[in-house]
């Protein structure tokens, strides 16, 4: 006969990717991610070993429904913080890792997966509301039917989806749907990067859209653009070059996977500096926003 708490831990742990996913797709911090994720386990795990307990049906959807849960609860904690955060706020970047598989049903998971992290997207969810965005994130990037998505919301279906039509209209109007090739996303990045540490001017001005927002989260904490996000190509170019003549001596990138595609991440000596993630236009030939993240607190697991 197999150990309750063994049994307990191995399903925590087969569905622990996918609560990760979800939660930090609601909130944007892995550290208040792995926080929930804690709380779910202590949740969980006493639940799940009790000998006298009805055996529950599914596993997946009864972690799934305390994890969202859980996070709709920290929500008010963390829109606190907001109130008092220096500048714009940025999720906190998520190192991730390209995933081969010949996997037809697999491949489709992970797409899902990189889009619900990506940068942009999380930056257009923040806009919406706390239930919005967990009909959303259910919904439209994890394939969560209304029906199922009530039920770990104990909402109703029709209110479900009343909340799923607002979302994503809003997502959708900031936001179309589409997906940059990834070597197309390495191209840029590398050529950006050089143009903005080479100073080369006018190679930035090609890159750039003429309505690029550059967002740079300091938090207070380190060097940014402003207290606010810096709008137009010749604001945004001339702006990258003059901080990039600014640069510690010691400063290299490295490019890894950030938030579900290719990125810049800038160490001065061992310690992270700064990450640079850009999102292009539908074509894929333009920069149409920049994400620059220098607050240390979040760098803080990209060493």
């Known amino acids: 006969m197999s150990d309750p708490a063994d049994t307990a831990t191995k399903v925590f742990t087969d569905h622990r990717e ?21 709380e779910t386990w202590l949740s969980w795990a006493p639940r799940s070993r009790a000998r006298d307990a009805e055996p529950i049906d599914s596993p997946r959807a009864y972690l799934v429904r305390i994890a969202v849960n859980k996070a709709l609860a920290r929500q008010a904690a963390i829109s606190r913080r907001r109130e008092t955060y220096v500048g714009p706020w940025l999720p906190e970047p998520l190192v991730t890792e390209v995933a081969e598989t010949a996997d ?6 992970v797409v899902e997966r990189t889009e619900s992290v990506s940068m942009a997207l999380l930056v257009v969810l923040e806009t919406l509301t706390p239930l919005e965005r967990a009909v959303f994130v259910l919904h439209e990037v994890f394939g969560y039917a209304h029906t199922e998505t009530a039920d770990i919301l104990g909402r109703t279906p029709a209110a479900v989806r009343q909340l799923a039509h ?12 589409y997906r940059a090739d990834p070597l197309l996303r390495q191209q840029v990045t590398e050529r950006f990067v050089a143009a903005a540490f080479g100073g080369d001017l006018d190679a930035l001005l090609q890159l750039l859209a003429p309505d690029v927002t550059l967002w740079a989260d300091g938090g207070g904490k380190a060097a940014a653009a402003g207290p606010r996000p810096i709008h ?4 945004v170019a001339r702006l990258l070059v003059n901080r990039a003549a600014h640069r510690p001596e010691d400063l290299s990138v490295r490019y890894l996977q950030v938030n579900g595609g290719p990125s810049a991440v800038l160490f001065a ?3 992270p500096f700064a990450v640079l993630v850009l999102d292009l236009t539908p074509d894929g030939e333009q920069v149409r926003e920049i994400f620059n993240v220098t607050n240390p607190d979040k760098l803080s697991r990209l060493g």
Not at 18 to 38: C, K, P, R
Not at 104 to 109: C, G, I, L, P
Not at 232 to 235: L, M, P, S, Y
């Open 232 to 235: 137009g190509r010749d604001k």
């Open 18 to 38: 996918l609560l990760f996913s979800i939660v930090y797709s609601m909130l944007g911090s892995v550290a208040d991610t792995e926080d929930v994720l804690q």
């Open 269 to 271: 000596g061992d310690s």
């Open 104 to 109: 037809t049903a697999d491949a489709s998971e």
């Open 166 to 177: 607002r979302a994503r209209e809003h997502v959708h109007a900031r936001r179309p749907r």
